[in-house]
């Protein structure tokens, strides 16, 4: 049986133009599983292992540019954004829509409270709660923000993914969520 594994030496991936992170790509696709009988399964790994990747190299360049531009780094950016989007709502509203925990959320918006870009004011419907709002220096910075944002993006992904695809790919990755999110709640066989 054919490897490609032993067909693509590192000398062999330099003549075709390959990088490092291409032949990384290349080593996680290989076959998994008996290797006596050389049976092939298939993994979702390589595509785990592209998503985090891809998400590690965007999360620094976007937080290297959002603070150089606007003194702000991405771990706020991101709370500031839900709240901007959400208007006035809960710690727990912009936890569940950053997939973090209530306390570490909580901990982020008392800094961007601290920075004077967002207050808490007692929730009418709930006592027990407050509601964040974005200060007026909070929405002139997030509006920046987004903006250093989008043209970092655009850098990077732009050429590579035309809107139609990104449009394709934002909902498949929200299927994919969803799916991650309903197996929280299933035991594993076991």
């Known amino acids: 049986m054919f490897h490609l594994r032993e067909f693509f030496t590192p000398r062999i991936a330099v003549f075709l133009g390959l990088?490092?992170?291409?032949?990384?790509?290349m080593e996680l696709i290989r076959y998994r599983g008996d290797m006596e009988n050389e049976q092939e399964t298939w993994s979702l790994y390589p595509l785990f292992s592209e998503l985090t990747?891809?998400?590690?190299?965007l999360w620094d360049a976007v937080d290297g540019r959002l603070r150089e531009e606007c003194g702000l780094p991405l771990s706020r950016f991101e709370p500031m954004?839900?709240?901007?989007?959400?208007?006035?709502?809960?710690?727990?509203?912009?936890?569940?829509a950053l997939a973090i925990t209530v306390g570490g959320t909580s901990k982020l918006i008392d800094?961007?409270?601290?920075?004077?870009?967002?207050?808490?004011?007692?929730?009418p419907s709930d006592r027990r709660s407050s509601l964040i709002e974005l200060t007026a220096a909070g929405k002139s910075l997030v509006k920046r923000a987004a903006e250093v944002v989008d043209v970092e993006l655009d850098r990077?992904?732009?050429?590579?993914?035309p809107k139609k695809d990104a449009q394709s790919l934002v909902r498949l990755l929200g299927r994919?969520?969803?799916?991650?999110?309903?197996?929280?709640?299933?035991?594993?066989p076991g």
């Open 19 to 25: 990088d490092s992170v291409e032949l990384y790509s």
């Open 53 to 57: 990747r891809l998400e590690t190299e």
């Open 81 to 96: 954004m839900v709240v901007e989007r959400l208007g006035a709502c809960r710690v727990l509203d912009v936890s569940s």
């Open 111 to 123: 800094r961007i409270e601290e920075a004077g870009y967002c207050r808490r004011q007692i929730n």
């Open 156 to 161: 990077r992904l732009g050429q590579a993914l």
């Open 176 to 188: 994919l969520r969803a799916a991650s999110r309903s197996a929280e709640m299933v035991q594993p």
